[in-house]
Every structure is written in structure tokens, then in C-alpha cells.
């Protein structure tokens, strides 16, 4: 759109008062954009609402959409999931069965979700994807998301993924450990290109996406107590392989 009028970024920039910076890290997904960003790009191209509304059709809320662009270019992802698969890993019956339990989405609604999370992980079958560390609490491997058949085909994908994917490292922290750092809750931390990290984390209304040093610091701190109480690769992969064989319908 700037492009088709003939502005340059600084001119722009200039129209919507942000710096040219702002303006070229916008336009290659390496920062969000500010609140009322879309708005004063509108005004300024004469799109006639055009952004605004386009980010209406999108579906997805900011904060997911920020942090889809984080996940595209993460050099690497660590994970930890205390409730749930990764949407990075799941199925598409194991997604369609999270999806329903919510009970808010039509079946055509669970359908474009279910579509949504299986295109995230072509991030993984890339030319140059993230190296994915996950780390599981047992539980998930035994709860019943969609009844047997669903969670003997998720839990052999996850055997398959961490025994035949050269980038995928899959832990799993015991019940047997009892109370550890990952019972306050799930995250992810992403690694970008430049080195820096930011972190996401969910909950019922929003997912947040967490780029204040001193909070990214707390979560990577919490990562590697976590990781320290999980199984190494290779017995975790035992264990996956023992619980799925108990998925029998």
C-alpha cells in the first residue's frame, strides 16, 4: 500500500509520527506495532479503513498474531506444557478435541482453529526451522483429551517427532517429582536471530507475550529448573513409548 502511492518509510514515518525504524520493523515482522499504529497508517495512505478492517478479517487477536511472527523467526523454541500438548505438536484430532472442550466454537469455527494450528508447524518442516526443546509434565501424557484412540496417535507422534526430527528434543518431568517450578504454569521462550529472548505465556482470556528483561530472565531461570527435574531424551522417549501402548481403546 505505501509502496503503490510512492511513499518512502520516512515519509511515513513522518505522517504517522513514529521513527523510519518503527515504520521498517513493522513492515518485516521484527517488532509489533504500536497500538494505534494501523489507524494513523490508514489516515496517512488514505486507505479508507483499509488495515483496520483487514485486521478484523485476520481473526487472530494482536498478541497472537506477534507472537506467530516471534515463532517464525526463532532460532530456537523452548517449551513447557503442564496441562496440554504443544499446538506446535499436536494432531489435528487432538486439536479438534481441545478445541470442542472449550464449548464456545460452532463445528465450522473448530474446523478454521483446528486449520489455523496445523499451518503454525510448518515453522518446524522449514529450510532452516527452530531448534523446539519441549518439556512435558507426565500428566499430560495421561490425560484424556479426545478418549484412547486420540491420545495413542498424539503420543506416537511425539515419539516419532523427538526420535526422527533432527530438531526436536522432547523431555518429560515425572509425577514422581511432585511440587517444581512448573507447577505455576506453561510458557514458551523464543530465541530470535539477534540473540535476545521473549517469552509467551497463556491463560483463560489472552496469551501474553513477555519482553521486559527482568521477567524474561525470571522465566528463563524457571526453564532451567524445570528442564534440571526432567528425564534426559532417551528415557523420555521410554516413557512416552510405555504411556501410549496404555492408550488402548
Do not use: C
Not at 529450510?127 to 526443546?133: A, D, G, M
Not at 523431555?171 to 511432585?178: I, L
Not at 506453561?186 to 530465541?191: D, E, G, K, P
Not at 535476545?196 to 524457571?222: F, N, P
Amino acid at each position: 500500500m505505501r509502496a503503490a502511492r510512492k511513499v518512502t518509510q520516512e515519509e511515513l514515518a513522518r505522517a504517522i509520527n513514529y521513527s523510519p525504524s518503527t515504520v521498517a520493523m513493522v513492515e518485516t515482522e521484527a517488532r509489533k506495532p504500536p497500538p494505534d499504529f494501523w489507524e494513523r497508517a490508514d489516515a496517512a495512505l488514505d486507505t479508507g479503513g483499509a488495515f483496520v478492517r483487514m485486521l478484523a478479517r485476520l481473526g487472530s487477536p494482536q498478541w497472537m498474531r506477534e507472537w506467530e511472527a516471534n515463532e517464525r523467526q526463532a532460532t530456537v523454541l523452548r517449551s513447557f506444557q503442564n496441562t496440554v500438548v504443544p499446538g506446535l505438536l499436536q494432531t489435528s484430532a487432538y486439536a479438534r478435541a481441545l478445541f470442542r472442550s472449550v464449548g464456545l466454537y460452532d463445528d465450522a469455527e473448530v474446523e478454521r482453529r483446528v486449520e489455523a494450528r496445523l499451518a503454525r508447524q510448518a515453522v518446524l518442516a522449514g529450510e532452516r526451522p527452530p531448534q523446539l526443546v519441549t518439556v512435558l509434565d507426565e500428566h499430560v501424557l495421561r490425560r484424556p483429551v479426545g478418549g484412547p484412540v486420540v491420545m495413542r496417535e498424539q503420543l506416537w507422534r511425539l515419539v516419532k517427532l523427538a526420535t526422527e526430527h533432527a530438531r526436536v528434543r522432547l523431555h518429560v518431568v515425572p509425577a514422581s517429582v511432585g511440587a517444581y517450578p512448573g507447577v505455576a504454569g506453561a510458557f514458551v521462550l523464543a530465541t530470535l536471530p539477534g540473540g535476545e529472548d521473549v517469552a509467551y505465556l497463556d491463560d483463560q482470556l489472552k496469551g501474553q507475550v513477555i519482553d521486559h528483561t527482568e521477567d524474561v530472565l525470571a522465566i528463563r531461570a524457571s526453564w532451567e529448573a524445570i528442564q534440571g527435574e526432567a528425564l534426559p531424551p532417551r528415557q523420555s522417549i521410554e516413557l512416552l513409548t510405555e504411556v501410549a501402548e496404555s492408550w488402548r481403546s
